[in-house]
């Protein structure tokens, strides 16, 4: 039965598609809250006296979440 299961869910949900989709998930979900941390801790440094490390923290997490867009939209429109 359980091969019959399997049997149904590929043929709507290609494993190597799954596999993808779930590296994608994986991959933003640790990455896009770092970046978004690395830019609030540049913030913070800014802040405290270190005008010149927090910038290129901030402009790190910026340009990391630019990256992440880019790539993004560069996988959705050539598919």
Do not use: C, E, H
């Amino acid at each position: 039965m359980t091969t019959l299961a399997t049997l149904a869910i590929s043929t709507y949900l290609p494993a190597g598609d799954l596999a993808k989709i779930v590296a994608a998930v994986l991959i933003v979900s640790v990455i896009a809250p770092t970046a978004v941390s690395i830019a609030v801790v540049g913030l913070d440094r800014r802040a405290s006296g270190s005008p010149q490390a927090g910038a290129g923290l901030v402009a790190f997490g910026v340009g990391v979440l630019a990256a992440l867009v880019a790539v993004g939209l560069y996988a959705l429109v050539n598919r």
